[in-house]
């Protein structure tokens, strides 16, 4: 019976245990965590969402701080179109974030960093022109495009010295989608170096919609699968949502797959991000607790557990702080939602805004919690304690269970 540690991932001239671990943000997937994998010859994602948050956290810088204090005289106005994101400093941060996890990785492994197209940012072209170059510019090993088409992105970065070197992949969640990034950039002359499918048992943002049930992802794999070798593209596909041992890994991998990408079970790792509260709650998860809605300001459907705080909570819109979510107009689905229900509410301020979200509030502050489909199934990979809670896991020790087991195994914590 073949283990996922019988394949390898070939990356040009990198040969890699086939495992990824998926880009959680904002900074759920941190650099402790992408280090571990790239020390065991995988792949680890760190995100840039919200990178200067990310960088005030982990190296005492200011950005926050000083965007709102910048920023301040415009908090109660609903109109959010002066609030800019000030370029040389988003590279900074980037830079700063990416740089020093480079700087700490050891072993044959990479790391990668997820870019949200969605992350808008109140201009989405030249923000996101600065994300991926400076990304470049800190020495990443690859960069995996998320959360949109990214028809140009490939196109932002083309003059970058760096634009062939580092590994560049897409995630899609149709044939179509994959059609689509090809055809738009077949002119670059340059094919990512591999293919991410997700599948509609993933977390956090779906490209799907909500009829995402009658979806499989054996089914989307083997189509792209197909469609790639009809085209004579020699790249790897890698499978993604609701893969949860390490014999599900090995279903892809014989089926043709290069590789898989997981999260969930890396959620409730010492190295996750997460606060040790927040985790408790994904081990303590029911699957009828695990939802589908669109509270995203994104316009994409988001799984998450049904007891988020994020849900229904009527917070100020936190532009002036962050404003991740701004499109080049400077509005947000959130914004508009929030000022309906202030409007319709003028006395009372227990109001709920329940079709809409802060996305970027609650993210930052870990009280939106998104997840996988298979969350609920996280009790059964631990032990529990006297006092009722989990035993946290390492991100070694969930890597060599994907690595290493068989017949769906999962091992308990020694």
């Known amino acids: ?108 492994g990479m790391i990668f960093v997820n870019c949200m197209e969605k992350l808008t940012m109140n201009g989405p072209r030249d923000t996101l022109r600065v994300r991926l170059a400076s990304a470049l510019d800190a020495g990443i090993d690859g960069i995996t495009l998320s959360a949109g088409l990214h028809l140009g992105s490939f196109g932002l970065m083309e003059d970058h010295p760096r634009f062939r070197d580092a590994k560049l992949g897409i995630i899609v969640s149709s044939v179509r989608a994959l059609q689509l990034f090809l055809r738009k950039n077949a002119k670059l002359n340059r094919l990512p170096d591999y293919i991410i499918v997700e599948g509609p048992l993933a977390g956090g943002h779906l490209g799907f919609g909500l009829d995402w049930a009658k979806y499989d992802l054996h089914t989307i794999v083997a189509e792209v699968i ?83 705080p994020a849900i229904g909570s009527n917070i100020r819109p936190g532009c002036e702080a962050y404003g991740y979510l701004l499109d080049g107009n400077g509005n947000c689905s959130y914004i508009e939602a929030y000022n309906r229900e202030v409007e319709a509410n003028p006395d009372n301020k227990d109001f709920k805004v329940m079709d809409k979200t802060c996305l970027c509030t609650h993210m930052r502050n870990f009280k939106c919690w998104t997840c996988g489909q298979t969350t609920y199934r996280l009790k059964d990979t631990t032990r529990q304690l006297p006092d009722g809670s989990y035993e946290l896991l390492t991100a070694e020790h969930v890597f060599h269970d994907y690595q290493f087991s068989v017949n769906n195994e999962v091992a308990m914590p020694t």
Not at 27 to 49: F, K, M
Not at 79 to 102: C, N, P, Q, S, V
Not at 276 to 301: C, H, L, M, R
């Open 1 to 108: 019976m073949k283990r996922v540690d019988d394949f390898r991932l070939r990356l040009g001239k990198h040969e890699l245990v086939p495992i990824m671990i998926g880009g959680m943000g904002v900074d759920i997937s941190t650099a402790e965590l992408a280090l571990v994998a790239a020390r065991l010859n995988g792949i680890g994602h760190i995100s840039d969402a919200l990178v200067h948050d990310v960088s005030d956290r982990r190296f005492d810088t200011s950005f926050i701080k000083d965007k709102t204090k910048l920023y301040k005289y415009n908090i109660n106005n609903s109109d959010k179109t002066d609030i800019k994101f000030d370029l040389d400093l988003l590279a900074e941060a980037t830079k700063l974030h990416i740089g020093r996890t480079m700087e700490a990785k050891q072993g044959d």
């Open 226 to 308: 197909q469609y790639l070798k009809d085209e004579n593209l020699a790249i790897p596909v890698i499978a993604a949502g609701g893969i949860f041992t390490g014999s599900d890994a090995v279903s892809y991998l014989e089926a043709g797959a290069g590789g898989v990408q997981v999260a969930t079970r890396f959620t409730v790792t010492k190295e996750c991000g997460l606060p040790d509260d927040v985790k408790q709650e994904y081990f303590k998860a029911q699957e009828e607790q695990i939802i589908v809605n669109t509270i995203s300001p994104t316009g994409y459907p988001m799984r998450m557990l049904n007891n988020t």
